[in-house]
């Protein structure tokens, strides 16, 4: 439970859906509950959030190695992705989102999920640029239907 609570952190952490000091936070309320939660023992030793995010991006990708990990982190994802991508409606809005999965989906190390945001990257890129005859509306529904499909079959 330890690494998985540290895994799921990292990932909110990486996706900014909690802050350090939300962080921080939840060690103080967990170690009332159970003094002897190693977690919550080694957030408490860490004085500023600043060092809660340094502590939690030092954090080894193989963390993500084990397959119970990797389940949880991939149903965070999925809820994550299902509740915003209905918030993702403008360009604006659509880089920083897929950015974040993107870098997030490198370091959990789905590969699969990499490849699909990777080439609807490419995708908005060229159709945006008008190197396509793709409109970015277009582009855009394909990248919906595409992500939901991916998540209801793959994570």
Known sequence: MY???KAIFKV?????????????RWAIEALEKDPSNDLALEICFLSTPEQVTTYFNQLSRNLFNTGLIK????????????K??????????LFPF???LLALSKAVENE????????????FYLSFEGYTPSEPDDVFKE????????LSTQI
Request: hydrophobic residues 35%; without cysteine.
């Open 143 to 150: 990248f919906i239907n595409d992500l939901k499909d991916f």
């Open 98 to 100: 897929l950015q974040k």
């Open 12 to 24: 909110k952490l990486e996706l900014e859906t909690i802050t350090p000091e939300e962080i921080q």
């Open 3 to 5: 690494d998985i609570e």
């Open 71 to 82: 389940e949880s982190v991939n149903n965070f994802l999925k809820d994550y992705v299902e």
């Open 112 to 123: 699969d999920l990499f490849e699909l945001l990777n080439y609807y990257d490419d995708q």
């Open 84 to 93: 915003h991508l209905e918030l993702v409606k403008s360009q604006e809005l």
